[in-house]
């Protein structure tokens, strides 16, 4: 497994760099803290992560255990490189980065990890998830709608399966929200498919975060 290289988070307002990785090079992938090898939700992240090294993507997660770590390991398997934003003030149960993380990076907060993965990545991934997942679904959503008003090029959102595909349909018509923020996929396959086509992969370079 890789040995964990931590970065310092700096200030809420400032840059961050993560080593080693063009952002245009960068797939945030969303998902849970439950799940367990050999279960079908651990095994589809872990094919995420491994289909996303292999076209030439690092990944960023947050870092924790579950589909989190699945996607994690796929991916270092893959031979890919592997970040992790983790937020320990709002999780000081548990122990850091999973093992598969090659460089943490620890946020203040949930919205501030939530945002960095965001800003530093050029498509995301949901993956099945409870509500936390939800709420990074949510938050790329909307600033798909908000690039989308400004006129400007928005990061490709993928949700993947049918619990966000429900939710996704069903939000858009409870709030009279434009759903095609948000591109419904099957499965990992098709989301990896589709961020290949839309973002291809760049030669990796280190990278600075945008200012909030």
């Known amino acids: 497994m890789p040995a964990t290289t931590p970065v310092s988070p700096g200030p809420p307002a400032g840059g961050l760099r993560l080593p080693g990785s063009s952002g245009a090079s960068i797939v945030a992938v969303f998902g849970s803290s439950a799940g367990r090898?050999?279960?079908?939700?651990?095994?589809?992240?872990r094919e995420c992560g491994r289909l996303l090294a292999a076209a030439g993507y690092t990944i960023a997660t947050g870092g924790y255990g579950g589909t989190m770590e699945a996607a994690s390991r796929g991916a270092a398997e893959a031979g890919g490189r592997v970040i992790g934003v983790t937020a320990p003030a709002a999780f000081p149960g548990r122990p850091g980065a999973n093992p598969w993380v090659q460089v943490e990076v620890p946020a203040?907060?949930?919205?501030?990890?939530?945002?960095?993965?965001l800003s530093g990545s050029a498509a995301?991934?949901?993956l099945d998830g409870s509500i936390g997942t939800l709420?990074?679904?949510v938050m790329a959503w909307n600033l798909a709608f908000v690039a989308d008003l400004a006129g400007a090029p928005a990061r490709p959102v993928l949700a993947v399966g049918p619990t966000w595909a429900?939710?996704?349909?069903?939000l858009a018509a409870a709030t009279r929200s434009d759903p095609s923020g948000v591109t419904l996929v099957p499965d990992v396959a098709a989301a990896v498919a589709e961020v290949k086509r839309r973002v291809p992969p760049m030669p990796a370079r280190p990278t600075r975060l945008p200012r909030e």
């Open 124 to 126: 995301c991934i949901a």
């Open 166 to 170: 429900a939710v996704v349909g069903y």
């Open 37 to 45: 090898p050999g279960e079908p939700a651990y095994e589809a992240a």
């Open 108 to 117: 203040g907060t949930i919205t501030e990890r939530i945002h960095r993965m």
């Open 135 to 137: 709420t990074e679904l």
